[in-house]
Nanobody, 126 residues
Framework: QVQLVESGGGSVQAGGSLRLSCAAF????????MGWFRQAPGKEREGVAA????????NYADSVKGRFTISHDNAKNTLYLQMNSLKPEDTAKYYC???????????????????WGQGTQVTVSS
């Protein structure tokens, strides 16, 4: 049974940083991609960043390029999202997700993902 567990959310002031983690359990597939999504109240869930299972290919939403970095530790089966220069508009609940497929680049469309975590809240104050 695939399980994704996010952590690391919290409240920060604008300009601050947070690192989100997503521990993955219950699968041993070698080919997959993983992504981070976010959803603010009243808005659709949007893709933020994605990475392939090898960690060599990444994909970012324009709104976070240059500020966020996605990475994956294969040994720990953990996904990370380093978020710097945070803005109030980054406030949302952040979710990690995965799918056992291969895509180049790893996708940011939520329809491309099969398994989801429960999310962790990020709040950025001005």
């Amino acid at each position: 049974q695939v399980q994704l567990v996010e952590s690391g959310g919290g409240s920060v002031q604008a300009g601050g940083s947070l690192r989100l983690s997503c521990a993955a359990f219950g699968y041993t597939y070698n080919t997959y991609y993983m992504g981070w999504f976010r959803q603010a109240p009243g808005k659709e869930r949007e893709g933020v960043a994605a990475v392939d299972s090898g960690g060599g290919r990444t994909n970012y939403a324009d709104s976070v390029k240059g500020r966020f970095t996605i990475s994956h530790d294969n040994a720990k089966n953990t996904l990370y999202l380093q978020m710097n220069s945070l803005k109030p508009e980054d406030t949302a609940k952040y979710y990690c997700a995965t799918a056992f497929r291969y895509r180049i680049p790893p996708p940011l469309r939520r329809q491309e993902y099969t398994y989801w975590g429960q999310g962790t809240q990020v709040t950025v104050s001005s």
